[in-house]
């Protein structure tokens, strides 16, 4: 894991010297856009490294012009796969020829994506944002994180109420990844302004409301439309199973999980509140940012009950505005120089971060795909993420 470590530690520390002795604007750019470039060829030259590395790498094999609309994921008459992300797949092998070209190319697309929304809603002390941005989303990007990627594209169009072009986003997203189209619920929230009593009402509700929630999934997993729409996620859950699980469910985490939450609500509640001027250009941004976050923790919410963890595909779809509404709070604090608290909260959120990826924990079942790391020089066909059996079901 040392590799991870020294990474992600290399740009703690560039972020770390960037708020005690802020860099020039050009040496910030250039450090930020450095550690940028370093982890996309982290990411892009990658072999059989990350989660569902065989199934995705037999999708670019596989697909071709003739089956775009209908390559089946799961083997011969299955579901297929979203025509989007195939027709990536055709296009990058037919232009690119090789699985880490298309994987540096997909790689760049999202972190530069990335790289301009925190640049231009939080110019100042990116870096920091940057390092806790990687940390918060998915650390090996493929299908999904494409269509977040675009849906990250669009925050700006949400912020100019131009709903036209977000749509169009958005239904750009939809073919790559379909659960994405739940990103609609982001566009109103533009029109709430942000009250942290009430988001909190409204986080405690859902959080509390787990046995309604079975409920709700009962229902709702028996509409085709509905599991069309969350990507097949209704089909996974098992409501039975779900049930059976609450009757062991330890609280105690849970608890633990709720009052974390609202802390963190609190602490990046307390900049909108009391440092920003109110006629600041910032201030219906960073509530924008804030709803966002909220409702990143609801759908989070709804995810940490018992068999319900399929919910946190949905979740990821918001997973920027964490590192957003940290970046915010920690750019205001350093404002009104309160440096001390700047560095607890970038430090404190960058350790809880890493302590949660999968490198950093040898109990987890799936560590042995990422530790060690492995590079294209490494290429065959995969081993340890295994042959995808669904493998050549699409010539």
């Known amino acids: ?157 949400i912020l100019e109420r131009n709903i036209k072009k977000f749509i169009i986003c958005l239904l750009i997203c939809f073919t790559i990844h379909r659960s994405s189209l739940l990103g609609i619920i982001a566009y109103p929230l533009i029109n709430y302004n942000y009250k942290y009593k009430y988001n909190v009402l409204i986080y405690s509700v859902i959080f509390s409301l787990s046995t309604i929630l079975y409920s709700a999934f009962d229902f ?55 440092i920003m001027p109110k006629d600041s ?18 759908v989070n919410a709804i995810g940490y009950n018992p068999a319900f963890d399929i919910v946190f595909r949905v979740a990821n779809m918001f997973a920027i505005a964490y590192p957003m509404v940290v970046g915010f709070t920690i750019f205001y604090f350093i404002k009104k120089k309160i440096e001390v608290l700047a560095m607890v909260i970038l430090f404190g959120v960058f350790l809880i971060k890493l302590r949660t990826q999968t490198f950093m924990q040898p109990e987890s079942d799936y560590y042995f795909l990422y530790v060690p790391y492995k590079s294209f020089i490494h290429e065959g066909e995969p081993e340890r993420s295994g042959q995808w059996p669904f493998r050549h079901a699409n010539q």
């Open 1 to 157: 894991m040392y590799i991870y470590l020294i990474l992600l530690i290399g740009l703690l520390l560039t972020a770390t010297v960037d708020l005690i002795h802020p860099f020039n604007k050009k040496d910030a750019n250039n450090w930020f856009w450095f550690w940028i470039v370093i982890f996309i060829l982290f990411k892009g030259l990658r072999w059989d490294t990350g989660t569902d590395w065989a199934q995705f790498y037999a999708c670019f094999e596989d697909s071709k012009w003739s089956n775009i609309f209908s390559y089946w994921r799961y083997g011969f008459d299955t579901e297929t796969m979203e025509f989007g992300y195939v027709f990536l797949n055709v296009l990058g092998r037919t232009l690119l020829g090789h699985f880490t070209l298309f994987l540096l190319v997909t790689n760049a697309f999202i972190l530069i994506v990335l790289g301009k929304l925190i640049k231009e809603h939080i110019p100042q002390h990116h870096i920091a944002v940057l390092a806790i941005l990687l940390l918060s989303m998915e650390f090996f990007p493929v299908r999904q994180s494409l269509s977040i990627a675009i849906f990250c594209f669009s925050i700006p169009f």
């Open 220 to 274: 709702l997993h028996s509409i085709d439309l509905i599991n069309t729409l969350t990507g097949g996620l209704m089909h996974h859950y098992d409501i039975a199973e779900g049930y059976m699980k609450m009757e062991s469910f330890e609280n105690k985490s849970y608890l633990s999980t709720y009052i974390s939450s609202v802390v963190q609500l609190s602490i990046f509640s307390y900049p909108y509140y009391h």
């Open 281 to 298: 250009q910032y201030k219906s941004v960073y509530g924008f940012y804030l709803n966002l976050y909220t409702l990143w923790l609801c």
